[in-house]
């Protein structure tokens, strides 16, 4: 039985696209960790302030709190990050620690939970106490 020429290629698609994620993924949770170590070791604690929450659709749908913060230098850079929780509104205009990279601040993460706090060695502040209680989905 003969394969018609769509059918092929249908399939080498396929295949080429299942390639791409088995190697894509990996590299992608690699990468964090990476910037994870990078910032246990170097990473200076600013703090910054979540500017605004959106909804993004496609491949990295979800929703996203914006948020800025001030390196040592007072260099305001702006980022964001995907978020699982509810009752979003509470979190605008809210003011949280951000670990950073002094040589590259595109390397941060805005703390928020307790697990947040604990993989860079830190404790969680007093202040931030009541996130411990908040749901999340």
Known sequence: MKSSPSKIIYIILCSIILVFF?????????EQKEIDKRLKIVGLVSTGTITSV??????????YFGYKF??????????????????????LRKN??????????RENEILMTKEE???????LPD???WTQGLRKY
């Open 127 to 129: 202040s931030l106490k």
């Open 22 to 30: 088995i190697i894509f993924i990996p590299f992608s949770l690699h």
């Open 54 to 63: 959106h909804r993004s659709y496609g491949k990295s749908s979800g929703v």
């Open 96 to 105: 949280f620690p951000v670990i950073y990279n002094p040589q590259n601040l």
């Open 70 to 91: 001030q390196d040592e230098k007072g260099t305001v850079y702006k980022d964001s990050k995907k978020v699982r929780f509810h009752d979003l509104e509470i979190f």
């Open 117 to 123: 706090f604990e993989n860079y060695g830190l404790n």
